[in-house]
């Protein structure tokens, strides 16, 4: 249901702002840093549902525990499988930082320009069944079926009829 959801989102939300607060402390900075919370928080930037405002709280995250990190704890950081494009990286073999680095600079380009750019891809247990299940729709379902998102930012003193007149008036030549 989109209230179950909507609560869902709001916890994830409550949980990244006092992991960025706690990432001002030392013992902030050890918990983040640890391989399973970096692990958690890539496959967080894949789901789909996220606000603007959380993607760039979890780079922000990743930015804190990334440089502390030496190369034996990348090789225990599971990097989630992924699509750019139209090409997979699967990054079960890999555990590079570079994986890391091109998955945080493709959210960012998907961020910026959405749905072009990023999908994830979850790989059920094998024992269960072998196929892969993708978040955002397939291209073969007609234009009408998918839903896009726009994310309006408005300075303080603005008021949201002023931000909407201007979205409303703009020309498109």
Known sequence: SNKHRAAEIESVEEILRLLNDMSKTKLGNEILGQP??????????????L???????????????????TVDIFNHIHIPDWKSGGESI???????????IKLIFSKLA?????????????????????????????????????VLKLFVHRN???????????LLTVNTT
């Open 90 to 100: 699967e990054s079960n073999t890999d555990h590079s930082p570079n994986k890391i």
């Open 110 to 146: 998907d961020l910026l320009v959405p749905g072009s750019h990023m999908r994830s891809e979850i790989v059920k247990d094998k024992l269960v069944e072998n196929e892969k299940v993708s978040f955002k729709p397939d291209s073969k379902e007609s234009s009408s079926d998918v």
């Open 156 to 166: 303080s003193e603005q008021t949201a009829h002023e931000v909407l007149q201007q």
């Open 51 to 69: 606000s603007p405002r959380m993607i760039l709280m979890i780079i922000r995250l990743c930015n804190v525990a990334l440089p502390s990190m």
């Open 36 to 49: 399973h919370c970096i692990s958690k928080l890539l496959s967080l930037l894949l789901e789909p549902t």
